[in-house]
């Protein structure tokens, strides 16, 4: 019985550890790992390689961004500090009328700068007359400006180590000869006896307002200059003799051909007279125009004959200078007379004496009038008075006009 119940307790032993050994193949199978294959293992390598090659681009441009960065915010601080310079400015004591660089000194401070030195030569010092020649300057006064010019954004001329600013306009010393450039003297040659003739007292003005110096100014009459008419071969008084240093001035210089002539000795002579003006030769004042203004008064709405007037003798119009000036009409014999002579065939008008040829824009007045053979001038161009009405002597009836339509 014991000996059965022992070889019981051995074959259930026996089976359970039959039992246990299946259960273990059975996990066995269940978590088994199935190990790569080498064409997985060359993916994982090139993975792990192109891994560390990103983290080293990665850490390359985050070094190369922090540098840039860096040596930008150093770049502004750079920047931002005020340029460190000198000042040396070279005038000449005795022209108190030349250029004045006041203005562009005051730039060049208004500017973010720290100027260490500012030095004031006079032209004939010698540590002036160094720089000069070192910086090749021609007119004074003159500035320099050493130091950190690379910071500074102007346009002043670079020479060497320096930025240099010379007299932009005259009047300014040479600075090799030391002789001021652009004082100029005037003289004008007037004859009393002329009451009417022109004033060129504006004609002065012009030229002062446009930045001439005129150091020396004298009017002499023409008894007292008969040298000066000789020499200059003068016709026409008024006239203006300006000295040579107008040819500092480059724009006045350039332009004078359309104003007079430049002689020999370097003068500039004034021959181009806007009427009235004496003319030497012809012992006659020239330009003092007789105006007739011819009316119908027959014709109630007809276009005012003051019209003409403005437009001929105002200031803002032809500005021409009567010697007489007188209103007729057509039914008064004289006014007849003229519509006789002249053929007028349409009123209101008006008449110019052959003296209106010595003005410079009566050419273009032939637009508008027509020219008679005895060198007057009357008016025919009713289109040019705009909406207007006049008569119409051939027709004997009024005539409405209006302003030729633009293109």
């Known amino acids: 019985m014991e000996k059965k119940h022992d070889e019981n307790k051995e074959k259930s032993h026996h089976e359970a550890h039959e039992h246990h050994h299946a259960d273990k193949k059975e996990i066995s199978k269940k978590i088994k790992i199935k190990l790569p294959n080498l064409e997985s293992k060359k993916i994982i390598n090139l993975l792990v390689i192109l ?6 681009i990665n850490l390359f441009l985050t070094f190369s961004i922090s540098s840039n960065a860096k040596a930008k915010i150093q770049q502004l601080k750079e920047e931002a500090k005020p340029a460190i310079i000198q000042l040396v400015t070279i005038k000449d004591s005795k022209c108190s009328t030349c250029f004045d660089i006041t203005e562009e000194i005051s730039g060049i401070k208004s500017k973010n700068v720290n100027i260490t030195k500012e030095e004031n030569l006079n032209l004939n010092s010698n540590k002036a007359k160094e720089l000069i020649a070192k910086y090749k300057i021609e007119k004074i006064p003159a500035f320099l400006v050493f130091g950190d010019i690379q910071k ?24 090799a000869s030391s002789k001021i450039i652009g004082e100029v003297s005037l003289i004008m040659i007037t004859d009393a006896s002329c009451k009417k003739c022109s004033d060129l007292a504006s004609f002065i003005g012009q030229l002062k307002g446009i930045g001439v110096l005129i150091k020396n100014e004298k009017t002499i009459e023409r008894n007292e200059a008969s ?29 004078w051909f359309q104003l007079g002539t430049v002689e020999e000795d370097g003068s500039y002579v004034l021959r181009e007279i806007s009427p009235p003006y004496l003319d030497i030769n012809k012992s006659k004042v020239v330009g003092l125009v007789d105006i007739t203004y011819l009316t119908d008064k027959s014709c109630k709405e007809c276009y005012d004959i003051d019209k003409h007037k403005q437009i001929l003798t105002s ?26 002579k002249y053929n007028i065939t349409g009123v209101p008008t008006v008449i110019l004496s052959s003296e209106i040829s010595s003005y410079q824009f009566a050419k273009g007045l032939q637009q508008f009038f027509t020219v008679k053979e005895d060198g007057s001038y009357i008016f025919t161009n009713f289109q040019a008075m705009g909406s207007a009405v006049y008569k119409d002597l051939k027709e004997g009836k009024t005539v409405s006009v209006t302003p030729p339509t633009q293109g």
């Open 315 to 340: 200031p803002k119009g032809f500005n021409i200078n009567a010697n007489s000036e007188k209103t007729l009409d057509i039914s008064e014999e004289e006014g007849s007379k003229l519509v006789k």
């Open 51 to 56: 891994l560390s090659l990103t983290l080293l």
């Open 227 to 255: 040298s000066l008419i000789s020499k200059y071969k003068i016709e026409k008084i008024p006239s203006i003799i300006l000295s040579k240093d107008l040819s500092a001035y480059t724009d006045v210089a350039e332009s």
């Open 152 to 175: 500074l954004n102007t346009v002043l001329k670079k020479e060497k180590d320096a930025l240099v600013f010379e007299a932009a306009a005259a009047p300014y010393t040479n600075a």
